[in-house]
């Protein structure tokens, strides 16, 4: 299994969850697996929808305690 | 004790009064070095770029010299470092020598990077430097007309820099006369049209009201400068006569070059500000990779924030407190009004609607930054 880089967004505001994924995944490398972790419920959909639109793979969403991780492997 | 700071920036600068002001007794009786290193001898005001590309500041403007910010007590030296040697305590510098530390500060920031994306370089206009802010200004002050895209990468500095620019190009453009030949396009990476959810509803409706569109979702994949398109990596594209772009950023090369952290953004204790594995080297501003916005007012309250608690190692033995994660924002909404967002970990902002006052507020901070800068703001 492929070492998973975890993106704590919890309480971030500005950039935010997704905004902090998309700069994150710029500089992995293909193949590489990232899980985000945000209290923000908006996170839960708007990151799946992005990742659906840029075509990298959602590999698991899931909540625990008011916090959402969203896990995916870079496709591109 | 040896303190060292990598970066004479705005953190390292506050960090560096603040800590000269702190620990005036140690220093003067020498139980306590304190030791800047930096690339360059100037101090830019990096905001002043803004409004450089709009023609309502000057490139002068923007510096002071270095040495004139900084407190006596502060061993300043132009001398960028070039090696970390974390495991023994120690930097090695351009000029080759080598500096010991007993806690180290590295506030080395970030750069536009706008090179990473196929075309945007050649074919975009930023602000992000003095030349680039500059060619910007000569080339808005040519255009008579056509179709402005605004294009977002990420990460970027400043995060309320794309919707400056939008709302100051429209009252730019009105005030020429040719508000009515240009059309302003307004691209965001995101599903809305700001990271901060209430910035962005309140952001939407303005740039309907004043004729702005918006297309969300819209990160930058490549420039097609020959038919003048900009792609998306959502598979939208954008056709324009003039890009603007907020170019990505990344941290500084001598972080990537030494392996502290991808993408030259070292993975930092967002409360501690403690560069992760390490008790005694920190890390503040746009070095950090924390998920907070890459911006001055960050680097200010974080830079107060370990002054205190360096402060409190030498005197008592322990940092004293957790940072906040507290960011303060000014907004400009065109060329008369402004806004600002205040937020910190656990309190989201709460933006009121833009007052000249507040515009001229920041006017007047755009002069008093310096204040900030020698630690009395």
């Given at each position: 299994m492929a070492e998973r880089t975890i993106i704590?967004?919890?309480?971030?505001?500005?950039?935010?969850p997704l905004m902090e994924l998309i700069a994150r995944l710029k500089f992995g490398a293909v193949g590489d697996e990232f899980e985000v972790l945000s209290t923000d419920k908006g996170s839960a959909s708007d990151i799946p929808e992005w990742i659906h639109k840029v075509g990298h793979e959602l590999l698991d969403t899931r909540e625990e305690a008011g916090v959402w991780h969203i896990a995916l492997r870079k496709t591109k | 004790m040896k303190i060292l700071i990598v970066g004479g920036g705005m953190g390292g600068t506050i960090l560096g009064n603040n800590l000269a002001r702190r620990l005036a007794p140690e220093l003067r009786a020498g139980k306590v070095q304190l030791t800047m290193l930096s690339a360059s001898d100037k101090h830019m005001y990096q905001p002043g770029l803004l409004y450089l590309a709009l023609g309502r500041m000057t490139p002068d403007e923007l510096y002071r010299d270095q040495a004139s910010l900084l407190e006596p007590g502060i061993d300043f030296q132009v001398d960028p470092v070039e090696t970390f040697e974390l495991d023994q305590n120690r930097v090695k510098t351009k000029s080759g020598k080598t500096h010991a530390y007993d806690i180290l500060v590295i506030a080395t920031g970030s750069r536009p990077v706008?090179?990473?994306?196929?075309g945007l370089a050649e074919n975009a206009e930023t602000f992000y430097t003095e030349a680039t802010a500059v060619k910007m200004f000569k080339r808005l002050h040519a255009f008579q007309g056509g179709r402005v895209v605004v294009a977002v990468g990420v990460p970027?500095?400043?995060?309320m820099a794309p919707l400056e620019i939008i709302f100051m190009l429209h009252d730019y453009f009105k005030d020429r006369g040719i508000r009515d030949k240009v059309q302003l396009h307004y691209t965001y990476?995101?599903?809305?049209?700001?990271?901060l959810e209430p910035v962005a509803k309140w952001a939407a409706p303005e740039m309907d009201r004043l004729g702005i569109t918006y297309e969300t979702l819209f990160n930058v994949k490549q420039v097609d400068g020959a038919n003048k398109v900009v792609k998306s990596e959502e598979g939208t594209e954008a056709k324009y006569d003039l890009l603007i772009t907020i170019p990505a950023h990344k941290g500084m090369e001598v972080i990537e070059k030494n392996k502290?952290?991808?993408?030259?953004f070292i993975p930092t204790d967002k409360t501690k500000l403690l560069m992760e594995g390490r008790k005694n080297v920190y890390i503040i501003g746009d070095?950090?990779?924390?998920?907070?916005?890459?911006a001055g007012s960050t680097v200010h309250y974080q830079a107060e924030t370990l002054g205190e608690n360096i402060a409190a190692i030498v005197k008592l033995g322990s940092p004293v407190r957790e940072h906040d994660g507290k960011v303060f924002c000014f907004i400009e909404v065109g060329k008369d009004r402004a806004t600002y967002a205040q937020f910190n970990y656990t309190t989201p902002p709460d933006p009121k609607p833009p007052t000249k006052a507040v515009h001229w507020f920041k006017m007047a901070y755009n002069k008093l930054y310096w204040t900030t800068a020698r630690g009395l703001l």
């Amino acid at each position: 299994m492929a070492e998973r880089t975890i993106i704590d967004a919890r309480g971030s505001f500005c950039p935010g969850p997704l905004m902090e994924l998309i700069a994150r995944l710029k500089f992995g490398a293909v193949g590489d697996e990232f899980e985000v972790l945000s209290t923000d419920k908006g996170s839960a959909s708007d990151i799946p929808e992005w990742i659906h639109k840029v075509g990298h793979e959602l590999l698991d969403t899931r909540e625990e305690a008011g916090v959402w991780h969203i896990a995916l492997r870079k496709t591109k | 004790m040896k303190i060292l700071i990598v970066g004479g920036g705005m953190g390292g600068t506050i960090l560096g009064n603040n800590l000269a002001r702190r620990l005036a007794p140690e220093l003067r009786a020498g139980k306590v070095q304190l030791t800047m290193l930096s690339a360059s001898d100037k101090h830019m005001y990096q905001p002043g770029l803004l409004y450089l590309a709009l023609g309502r500041m000057t490139p002068d403007e923007l510096y002071r010299d270095q040495a004139s910010l900084l407190e006596p007590g502060i061993d300043f030296q132009v001398d960028p470092v070039e090696t970390f040697e974390l495991d023994q305590n120690r930097v090695k510098t351009k000029s080759g020598k080598t500096h010991a530390y007993d806690i180290l500060v590295i506030a080395t920031g970030s750069r536009p990077v706008p090179e990473m994306t196929p075309g945007l370089a050649e074919n975009a206009e930023t602000f992000y430097t003095e030349a680039t802010a500059v060619k910007m200004f000569k080339r808005l002050h040519a255009f008579q007309g056509g179709r402005v895209v605004v294009a977002v990468g990420v990460p970027h500095k400043c995060p309320m820099a794309p919707l400056e620019i939008i709302f100051m190009l429209h009252d730019y453009f009105k005030d020429r006369g040719i508000r009515d030949k240009v059309q302003l396009h307004y691209t965001y990476p995101i599903g809305r049209v700001h990271s901060l959810e209430p910035v962005a509803k309140w952001a939407a409706p303005e740039m309907d009201r004043l004729g702005i569109t918006y297309e969300t979702l819209f990160n930058v994949k490549q420039v097609d400068g020959a038919n003048k398109v900009v792609k998306s990596e959502e598979g939208t594209e954008a056709k324009y006569d003039l890009l603007i772009t907020i170019p990505a950023h990344k941290g500084m090369e001598v972080i990537e070059k030494n392996k502290l952290g991808a993408g030259g953004f070292i993975p930092t204790d967002k409360t501690k500000l403690l560069m992760e594995g390490r008790k005694n080297v920190y890390i503040i501003g746009d070095t950090t990779n924390i998920p907070i916005s890459k911006a001055g007012s960050t680097v200010h309250y974080q830079a107060e924030t370990l002054g205190e608690n360096i402060a409190a190692i030498v005197k008592l033995g322990s940092p004293v407190r957790e940072h906040d994660g507290k960011v303060f924002c000014f907004i400009e909404v065109g060329k008369d009004r402004a806004t600002y967002a205040q937020f910190n970990y656990t309190t989201p902002p709460d933006p009121k609607p833009p007052t000249k006052a507040v515009h001229w507020f920041k006017m007047a901070y755009n002069k008093l930054y310096w204040t900030t800068a020698r630690g009395l703001l």
